[in-house]
Protein backbone atom coordinates (compact mmCIF):
# COMPACT_ATOMS: atom_id res chain seq x y z
CA UNK A 1 0.00 0.00 0.00
CA UNK A 2 1.41 3.47 -1.01
CA UNK A 3 2.33 6.09 2.04
CA UNK A 4 -0.34 8.47 2.14
CA UNK A 5 2.67 11.53 1.57
CA UNK A 6 4.25 9.41 -1.53
CA UNK A 7 0.84 10.04 -3.41
CA UNK A 8 0.05 12.37 -6.00
CA UNK A 9 -3.81 12.65 -4.12
CA UNK A 10 -2.19 13.76 -1.12
CA UNK A 11 -3.40 16.90 -0.34
CA UNK A 12 0.03 18.62 -0.17
CA UNK A 13 1.13 17.27 -3.42
CA UNK A 14 -1.96 17.82 -5.20
CA UNK A 15 -1.85 21.93 -4.02
CA UNK A 16 1.79 21.76 -5.52
CA UNK A 17 0.49 20.12 -8.99
CA UNK A 18 -3.14 22.22 -9.03
CA UNK A 19 -1.59 25.53 -10.87
CA UNK A 20 -0.06 23.27 -13.80
CA UNK A 21 -3.32 21.43 -13.81
CA UNK A 22 -5.02 24.63 -13.59
CA UNK A 23 -2.72 26.02 -17.07
CA UNK A 24 -3.26 22.70 -18.74
CA UNK A 25 -7.25 23.16 -19.07
CA UNK A 26 -6.37 26.93 -19.79
CA UNK A 27 -4.13 25.59 -22.69
CA UNK A 28 -6.89 23.06 -23.43
CA UNK A 29 -9.60 25.85 -23.98
CA UNK A 30 -7.62 28.36 -25.80
CA UNK A 31 -6.51 25.51 -28.95
CA UNK A 32 -9.77 23.82 -29.31
CA UNK A 33 -10.44 28.15 -29.34
CA UNK A 34 -7.63 28.74 -32.17
CA UNK A 35 -8.54 25.22 -33.94
CA UNK A 36 -12.39 26.26 -34.04
CA UNK A 37 -11.57 29.59 -35.63
CA UNK A 38 -9.94 28.28 -37.97
CA UNK A 39 -12.57 25.74 -39.60
CA UNK A 40 -11.75 22.90 -37.73
CA UNK A 41 -14.79 20.17 -36.37
CA UNK A 42 -13.43 18.13 -32.74
CA UNK A 43 -13.95 14.73 -33.29
CA UNK A 44 -13.77 11.59 -31.05
CA UNK A 45 -12.21 8.58 -32.06
CA UNK A 46 -12.84 5.43 -30.18
CA UNK A 47 -9.83 3.62 -28.33
CA UNK A 48 -10.31 -0.11 -28.99
CA UNK A 49 -9.60 -1.03 -32.49
CA UNK A 50 -8.59 -4.24 -34.18
CA UNK A 51 -4.94 -3.21 -35.16
CA UNK A 52 -3.01 -0.01 -32.37
CA UNK A 53 -0.75 0.71 -35.15
CA UNK A 54 1.85 -0.73 -37.37
CA UNK A 55 5.00 1.16 -36.51
CA UNK A 56 7.86 -1.57 -34.72
CA UNK A 57 9.03 0.66 -32.03
CA UNK A 58 5.25 1.35 -30.83
CA UNK A 59 3.80 -1.19 -27.90
CA UNK A 60 -0.08 -2.09 -27.68
CA UNK A 61 -2.10 -2.53 -24.57
CA UNK A 62 -4.17 -6.01 -25.58
CA UNK A 63 -7.44 -6.74 -24.56
CA UNK A 64 -10.23 -8.96 -25.42
CA UNK A 65 -14.19 -8.59 -27.16
CA UNK A 66 -16.07 -10.99 -25.31
CA UNK A 67 -19.80 -11.32 -27.52
CA UNK A 68 -22.97 -12.29 -25.18
CA UNK A 69 -22.17 -15.96 -26.03
CA UNK A 70 -18.91 -15.92 -25.53
CA UNK A 71 -16.95 -15.91 -28.17
CA UNK A 72 -13.56 -13.55 -28.22
CA UNK A 73 -11.61 -11.81 -30.22
CA UNK A 74 -8.64 -9.52 -30.11
CA UNK A 75 -8.80 -6.16 -29.50
CA UNK A 76 -5.99 -2.86 -28.96
CA UNK A 77 -6.11 0.26 -26.81
CA UNK A 78 -5.35 2.72 -29.92
CA UNK A 79 -1.69 3.90 -30.09
CA UNK A 80 -3.10 6.82 -32.23
CA UNK A 81 -6.88 8.10 -33.41
CA UNK A 82 -4.68 8.44 -36.76
CA UNK A 83 -6.33 5.70 -38.38
CA UNK A 84 -9.45 6.19 -37.06
CA UNK A 85 -9.14 10.34 -38.63
CA UNK A 86 -8.30 9.02 -41.73
CA UNK A 87 -11.54 7.33 -41.88
CA UNK A 88 -13.01 10.18 -41.79
CA UNK A 89 -11.21 12.20 -43.63
CA UNK A 90 -12.06 9.46 -46.07
CA UNK A 91 -16.05 9.89 -44.92
CA UNK A 92 -15.74 13.55 -45.87
CA UNK A 93 -14.64 15.29 -43.59
CA UNK A 94 -12.25 17.98 -44.48
CA UNK A 95 -10.55 20.05 -40.83
CA UNK A 96 -10.69 17.76 -37.88
CA UNK A 97 -8.65 17.08 -34.41
CA UNK A 98 -9.46 15.32 -31.63
CA UNK A 99 -8.03 14.91 -27.87
CA UNK A 100 -7.32 11.87 -28.00
CA UNK A 101 -6.54 9.58 -24.58
CA UNK A 102 -3.67 6.95 -26.17
CA UNK A 103 -2.29 4.17 -24.42
CA UNK A 104 1.41 2.86 -25.48
CA UNK A 105 3.50 -0.01 -23.12
CA UNK A 106 6.97 -0.17 -22.68
CA UNK A 107 7.10 3.72 -22.31
CA UNK A 108 7.57 5.28 -18.85
CA UNK A 109 9.66 8.19 -17.23
CA UNK A 110 9.52 12.31 -17.32
CA UNK A 111 8.40 12.33 -20.85
CA UNK A 112 6.91 9.36 -21.20
CA UNK A 113 3.32 7.86 -19.81
CA UNK A 114 1.41 4.74 -20.43
CA UNK A 115 -1.79 6.65 -21.07
CA UNK A 116 -1.35 10.42 -22.27
CA UNK A 117 -3.09 12.71 -24.19
CA UNK A 118 -2.51 12.98 -28.14
CA UNK A 119 -4.01 15.98 -30.08
CA UNK A 120 -4.15 15.16 -33.55
CA UNK A 121 -5.25 17.20 -36.43
CA UNK A 122 -5.90 16.43 -40.37
CA UNK A 123 -6.43 19.24 -43.35
CA UNK A 124 -7.34 17.63 -46.05
CA UNK A 125 -6.45 18.89 -49.56
CA UNK A 126 -3.59 20.87 -48.19
CA UNK A 127 -0.02 20.06 -47.97
CA UNK A 128 2.27 19.43 -44.40
CA UNK A 129 3.57 22.76 -44.44
CA UNK A 130 0.31 23.86 -43.26
CA UNK A 131 -0.01 22.00 -40.24
CA UNK A 132 3.53 22.82 -39.76
CA UNK A 133 2.31 26.49 -39.25
CA UNK A 134 -0.50 25.12 -37.33
CA UNK A 135 2.15 23.63 -34.93
CA UNK A 136 4.10 27.20 -34.47
CA UNK A 137 0.83 28.87 -33.60
CA UNK A 138 -0.16 26.22 -31.26
CA UNK A 139 3.31 26.95 -29.40
CA UNK A 140 3.11 30.42 -29.22
CA UNK A 141 -0.49 29.85 -28.13
CA UNK A 142 0.78 27.72 -25.70
CA UNK A 143 2.79 30.00 -23.62
CA UNK A 144 1.19 33.04 -24.23
CA UNK A 145 -1.66 31.28 -22.00
CA UNK A 146 0.38 29.81 -19.46
CA UNK A 147 1.87 33.49 -18.86
CA UNK A 148 5.16 32.14 -18.86
CA UNK A 149 6.41 33.44 -22.36
CA UNK A 150 8.96 30.78 -23.30
CA UNK A 151 9.00 27.01 -22.88
CA UNK A 152 11.33 25.28 -19.99
CA UNK A 153 13.66 22.01 -19.65
CA UNK A 154 16.31 21.56 -17.25
CA UNK A 155 18.84 23.83 -18.35
CA UNK A 156 16.97 24.62 -21.45
CA UNK A 157 14.82 27.68 -22.55
CA UNK A 158 12.47 28.05 -25.90
CA UNK A 159 11.16 31.63 -27.11
CA UNK A 160 8.14 30.67 -28.99
CA UNK A 161 8.25 33.94 -30.32
CA UNK A 162 11.30 34.08 -32.24
CA UNK A 163 11.42 32.76 -36.07
CA UNK A 164 11.55 28.62 -35.93
CA UNK A 165 14.47 27.07 -37.37
CA UNK A 166 13.97 24.76 -40.47
CA UNK A 167 16.03 22.04 -40.73
CA UNK A 168 16.44 18.64 -42.78
CA UNK A 169 17.06 15.75 -41.57
CA UNK A 170 20.09 15.52 -43.57
CA UNK A 171 21.30 18.48 -42.45
CA UNK A 172 20.52 17.90 -38.75
CA UNK A 173 23.14 14.62 -38.86
CA UNK A 174 25.81 16.82 -41.37
CA UNK A 175 25.81 19.61 -38.71
CA UNK A 176 25.62 17.69 -35.46
CA UNK A 177 27.07 14.35 -36.12
CA UNK A 178 29.02 14.92 -39.22
CA UNK A 179 27.18 12.02 -41.57
CA UNK A 180 26.21 12.40 -44.40
CA UNK A 181 22.99 10.62 -44.42
CA UNK A 182 21.57 10.64 -47.79
CA UNK A 183 24.26 8.84 -49.27
CA UNK A 184 23.40 6.05 -46.82
CA UNK A 185 20.19 5.70 -48.42
CA UNK A 186 18.76 3.76 -51.77
CA UNK A 187 17.33 5.65 -54.51
CA UNK A 188 14.00 4.55 -53.00
CA UNK A 189 14.18 5.62 -49.69
CA UNK A 190 16.21 2.29 -47.79
CA UNK A 191 18.72 2.11 -45.70
CA UNK A 192 22.03 0.57 -46.63
CA UNK A 193 22.93 -0.55 -43.07
CA UNK A 194 26.77 -0.85 -44.02
CA UNK A 195 27.28 2.73 -45.30
CA UNK A 196 25.77 4.12 -42.20
CA UNK A 197 27.74 1.88 -40.02
CA UNK A 198 31.17 2.91 -41.62
CA UNK A 199 29.96 6.41 -41.22
CA UNK A 200 29.13 6.50 -38.09
CA UNK A 201 32.05 4.72 -36.89
CA UNK A 202 34.39 7.47 -38.41
CA UNK A 203 32.18 10.17 -36.62
CA UNK A 204 32.59 8.58 -33.43
CA UNK A 205 29.49 6.42 -32.95
CA UNK A 206 30.18 2.03 -31.92
CA UNK A 207 27.22 0.41 -33.60
CA UNK A 208 26.82 -3.40 -32.73
CA UNK A 209 27.36 -5.98 -34.50
CA UNK A 210 22.81 -6.82 -34.45
CA UNK A 211 22.10 -3.11 -35.17
CA UNK A 212 20.07 -2.42 -38.14
CA UNK A 213 20.24 0.40 -40.21
CA UNK A 214 17.06 2.32 -38.12
CA UNK A 215 19.16 1.38 -35.04
CA UNK A 216 22.25 3.17 -36.01
CA UNK A 217 19.89 5.94 -36.71
CA UNK A 218 18.28 6.40 -33.53
CA UNK A 219 21.26 5.97 -31.89
CA UNK A 220 22.61 9.02 -33.81
CA UNK A 221 19.53 11.15 -33.62
CA UNK A 222 19.23 10.96 -29.82
CA UNK A 223 22.56 12.58 -29.48
CA UNK A 224 20.71 15.38 -31.76
CA UNK A 225 17.96 16.05 -30.28
CA UNK A 226 19.15 18.03 -27.08
CA UNK A 227 20.72 20.66 -29.64
CA UNK A 228 17.19 21.34 -31.54
CA UNK A 229 14.23 23.66 -30.36
CA UNK A 230 16.89 26.17 -28.72
CA UNK A 231 16.60 28.88 -28.38
CA UNK A 232 13.48 28.79 -30.97
CA UNK A 233 11.11 25.84 -32.17
CA UNK A 234 12.96 23.50 -34.82
CA UNK A 235 11.15 22.14 -37.26
CA UNK A 236 12.79 18.76 -38.46
CA UNK A 237 11.67 17.55 -41.48
CA UNK A 238 12.59 15.25 -44.75
CA UNK A 239 12.90 11.93 -42.79
CA UNK A 240 14.38 8.71 -44.34
CA UNK A 241 11.64 7.27 -45.96
CA UNK A 242 12.45 3.83 -43.98
CA UNK A 243 12.03 5.97 -40.80
CA UNK A 244 8.66 7.39 -42.10
CA UNK A 245 6.09 4.52 -42.24
CA UNK A 246 2.87 6.59 -42.72
CA UNK A 247 4.32 9.32 -45.21
CA UNK A 248 4.37 10.08 -48.85
CA UNK A 249 7.95 10.97 -50.19
CA UNK A 250 8.43 14.75 -51.11
CA UNK A 251 8.57 15.29 -55.32
CA UNK A 252 12.00 16.71 -55.44
CA UNK A 253 13.82 13.68 -53.88
CA UNK A 254 12.69 9.80 -53.15
CA UNK A 255 14.85 8.77 -50.81
CA UNK A 256 13.00 11.42 -48.18
CA UNK A 257 9.61 11.80 -47.19
CA UNK A 258 7.30 14.52 -45.67
CA UNK A 259 7.60 14.01 -42.16
CA UNK A 260 8.47 16.69 -39.55
CA UNK A 261 8.84 17.00 -35.79
CA UNK A 262 8.67 19.89 -33.54
CA UNK A 263 11.20 20.29 -30.95
CA UNK A 264 11.11 22.25 -28.36
CA UNK A 265 13.62 22.83 -25.41
CA UNK A 266 15.32 19.49 -27.09
CA UNK A 267 12.12 17.67 -27.13
CA UNK A 268 10.07 16.14 -29.83
CA UNK A 269 6.34 18.00 -28.80
CA UNK A 270 4.69 17.01 -32.64
CA UNK A 271 5.11 13.99 -35.60
CA UNK A 272 3.42 15.20 -38.73
CA UNK A 273 2.73 13.78 -42.21
CA UNK A 274 2.51 14.66 -45.84
CA UNK A 275 0.11 11.73 -45.83
CA UNK A 276 0.14 8.45 -47.76
CA UNK A 277 -2.52 8.09 -49.40
CA UNK A 278 -1.27 4.37 -51.61
CA UNK A 279 -2.61 1.17 -50.03
CA UNK A 280 0.12 -0.84 -51.61
CA UNK A 281 2.68 0.78 -50.40
CA UNK A 282 1.20 1.14 -47.17
CA UNK A 283 0.82 -2.12 -46.84
CA UNK A 284 3.90 -3.05 -47.86
CA UNK A 285 5.41 -0.16 -45.39
CA UNK A 286 3.42 -1.59 -42.78
CA UNK A 287 4.74 -5.24 -43.53
CA UNK A 288 8.32 -3.87 -43.28
CA UNK A 289 7.59 -2.79 -39.86
CA UNK A 290 6.12 -5.72 -38.39
CA UNK A 291 8.85 -7.78 -39.63
CA UNK A 292 11.47 -5.53 -37.55
CA UNK A 293 9.33 -5.36 -34.69
CA UNK A 294 8.93 -9.50 -34.82
CA UNK A 295 13.09 -9.70 -35.28
CA UNK A 296 13.01 -6.79 -32.07
CA UNK A 297 9.88 -7.76 -29.67
CA UNK A 298 8.71 -11.66 -30.99
CA UNK A 299 5.59 -10.37 -32.33
CA UNK A 300 3.85 -8.22 -34.80
CA UNK A 301 0.63 -6.74 -34.76
CA UNK A 302 -2.50 -7.34 -37.33
CA UNK A 303 -3.00 -5.33 -40.22
CA UNK A 304 -6.56 -3.07 -39.91
CA UNK A 305 -8.12 -3.93 -43.39
CA UNK A 306 -10.77 -1.66 -43.33
CA UNK A 307 -8.51 1.09 -42.90
CA UNK A 308 -6.42 0.12 -46.24
CA UNK A 309 -9.30 -0.03 -48.22
CA UNK A 310 -10.39 3.66 -46.83
CA UNK A 311 -6.87 4.83 -47.47
CA UNK A 312 -7.29 4.06 -51.24
CA UNK A 313 -10.43 6.31 -51.41
CA UNK A 314 -8.98 9.35 -48.90
CA UNK A 315 -8.41 12.21 -50.44
CA UNK A 316 -4.19 14.06 -50.11
CA UNK A 317 -4.16 15.68 -46.76
CA UNK A 318 -1.75 16.31 -43.92
CA UNK A 319 -2.14 15.52 -40.23
CA UNK A 320 0.37 16.07 -37.23
CA UNK A 321 0.08 14.24 -33.32
CA UNK A 322 1.05 16.71 -30.97
CA UNK A 323 1.69 15.34 -27.30
CA UNK A 324 -0.48 17.69 -25.31
CA UNK A 325 0.97 16.58 -22.40
CA UNK A 326 4.54 17.54 -23.10
CA UNK A 327 3.51 20.99 -24.68
CA UNK A 328 1.67 21.81 -21.12
CA UNK A 329 4.88 20.51 -19.43
CA UNK A 330 7.56 22.84 -21.31
CA UNK A 331 4.62 25.65 -20.57
CA UNK A 332 4.65 25.70 -17.45
CA UNK A 333 8.78 24.68 -16.70
CA UNK A 334 7.29 21.49 -15.15
CA UNK A 335 10.20 18.51 -14.83
CA UNK A 336 8.13 15.15 -15.44
CA UNK A 337 4.74 14.61 -17.15
CA UNK A 338 3.30 13.47 -14.13
CA UNK A 339 3.05 17.42 -12.82
CA UNK A 340 0.41 18.10 -15.44
CA UNK A 341 -1.59 14.70 -15.68
CA UNK A 342 -4.52 14.85 -13.39
CA UNK A 343 -4.75 11.36 -12.64
CA UNK A 344 -1.32 9.66 -13.52
CA UNK A 345 -1.14 6.25 -14.24
CA UNK A 346 -0.76 4.16 -11.00
Not at 108 to 137: K, N
Request: glycine share 8%; with cysteine.
Amino acid sequence: MAKMGSSWWAPHRHTDRRPALLSRGRIKKAVVSHLESQGFIEVECGALAVSPGNEAHLSAFATEAITPDGVGRPLYLHTSPEFSCKKLLTAGETKIFDFARVFRNRESGPLHALEFTMLEWYRSGEPYTAVIDDCLDIVWLGSEVAATGQYTYKDRVCMPHMPAERLTVAEAFSRHAGIDLLATLSPEGEGDREALAEAARVAGFEPAESDSWSDIFSKIIVTIEPKLGVPAPTILYEYPRCEAALARATAHDPRVAERFELYVCGVEIANGFGELTDPVEQRARFETEMAERERLYGERYPIDEDFLDALGQMPQASGVALGFDRLVMLAVGAPSLEDVIWTPTP
